[in-house]
C-alpha cells in the first residue's frame, strides 16, 4: 500500500476537525456547486474525500449516479461510510485508494473532483496526469485549495502558535522535498501540462463579521482544533502553559470582539480533458 504524505493521516480528532472544516466552508462548497453545475446521472470522483463532505453533499445532485469517493487514510473512510448512512445518503461509494494510482478504469467520470488533497501528494503533475486518464473526454478536473486567510484584529500569535508543531509532522511524513516532484508547480500550470483545456482559476472569497458570530466561530474553529489538538507537542516544543493559555485567551478575547473580521481565499481551478 502507498504511503501517505498527509501530515495528518490518522492523528487522533482529525476526522472530526475535516468534518468542521466542511461544515465552516460550506457556502464556499455551495459556490463551487454553482459553478460546476452537477447534473442528474453525471459521474463524480471525490478524489482524497478525507470523511467526505462534498461527497456527501454533491451526490444527491448527481443520483441516481452513484459517486466514487477515495481516500488512503482507511479511518477517514471509515468515519465517511457512517456518516453518509447516518444522513440516509446510499449513492456515494467510499474506497481506500491512492490517488496518483487510481483502480479505476480510463474515462470513467465527467467530474474529477480534488479538495485540499493535492499539496500534499508526493508527485503532483503525475497525481494529475491519472486524474485526466479517469476522467472522460470533454468532462472536467476541478482542484480546491486555499490562497489564504487574514483575521483583524491581529491574532497571528495565535496562528503562530502551532506552526512549528505542524511543521515539524509535515518534515517528518513528507521526508525532505527532494522527496516530491513538482511540488512548485501551481493547479493551473499542472493542468496546462497534462494537455486540459480551458483552464480556469477562479476565486471564491468568505467573509465573516460579528453581524454572523456563528459564521465567525466557524470560520476559526479549525485553527483552534489544531492547536487544541496539538497542546502537548506545543508544550513540549517549549511554549509555556501560561503564554499557551494567554493566547488561547485572545482568541476568545477575539470571538467577542465587535471589530473580529476574518477573510479568506479559496480557489477553484478548472480544466477540461
Ligand atoms: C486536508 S485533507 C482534505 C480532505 C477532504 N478533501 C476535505 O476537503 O475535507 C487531505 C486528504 O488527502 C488525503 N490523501 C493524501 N494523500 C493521498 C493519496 N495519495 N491518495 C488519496 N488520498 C490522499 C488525506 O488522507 C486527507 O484525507
Redesign the pocket.
Same mark, same amino acid.
Given at each position: 500500500m502507498?504511503k501517505?504524505?498527509?501530515p495528518r @493521516?490518522g492523528v487522533p480528532g482529525d476526522a472530526k476537525r &475535516?468534518e468542521f472544516? +466542511?461544515d465552516a466552508l460550506r457556502e464556499e462548497i455551495e459556490d463551487e456547486l454553482e459553478i460546476l453545475k452537477p447534473t442528474p446521472g453525471m459521474h463524480v470522483l471525490d478524489a $482524497?474525500? $478525507?470523511?467526505g463532505?462534498?461527497a456527501r453533499i454533491i451526490a444527491p445532485r448527481v443520483s441516481p449516479s452513484t459517486v466514487k469517493a477515495?481516500? &488512503?487514510?482507511r479511518s477517514?473512510i471509515s468515519v465517511a461510510r457512517r456518516l453518509a448512512k447516518n444522513e440516509g445518503i446510499s449513492n456515494v461509494d467510499f474506497s481506500v485508494?491512492? +490517488?496518483?494510482r487510481l483502480r479505476f478504469p480510463a474515462a470513467s467520470f465527467d467530474l474529477t473532483y480534488c479538495? &485540499? @488533497?493535492l499539496p500534499?501528494?508526493p508527485d503532483k503533475l503525475a497525481t494529475m496526469k491519472e486524474m485526466k486518464r479517469v476522467t472522460k473526454t470533454g468532462g472536467r478536473i476541478a482542484v480546491s485549495n486555499f490562497a489564504g486567510f487574514f483575521a483583524f484584529p491581529d491574532i497571528s500569535e495565535f496562528m503562530k502558535l502551532g506552526r512549528k508543531v505542524a511543521t515539524r509532522r509535515a518534515a517528518r511524513v513528507m521526508g525532505k522535498p527532494k522527496n516530491r516532484k513538482n511540488s512548485d508547480l501551481l493547479e493551473e500550470e499542472l493542468m496546462r501540462r497534462t494537455g486540459l483545456r480551458d483552464v480556469k482559476v477562479l476565486p471564491l472569497h468568505s467573509i465573516a463579521t460579528q453581524s454572523d458570530p456563528v459564521k465567525l466561530r466557524r470560520m476559526l474553529l479549525p485553527s483552534i482544533q489544531y492547536v487544541e489538538m496539538d497542546r502537548e507537542e506545543i508544550l513540549k516544543a517549549g511554549t509555556t502553559l501560561q503564554r499557551y493559555d494567554r493566547i488561547m485567551g485572545q482568541v476568545n478575547t477575539w470571538l467577542k470582539s465587535p471589530r473580529a473580521f476574518w477573510m479568506g481565499l479559496m480557489l477553484l481551478t478548472v480544466g477540461t480533458v
Open positions: 502507498s501517505s504524505f498527509y @493521516a &475535516l472544516q +466542511i $482524497g474525500c $478525507g470523511t463532505g462534498f477515495v481516500d &488512503l487514510e477517514y485508494q491512492d +490517488i496518483s479538495r &485540499l @488533497a500534499f501528494m
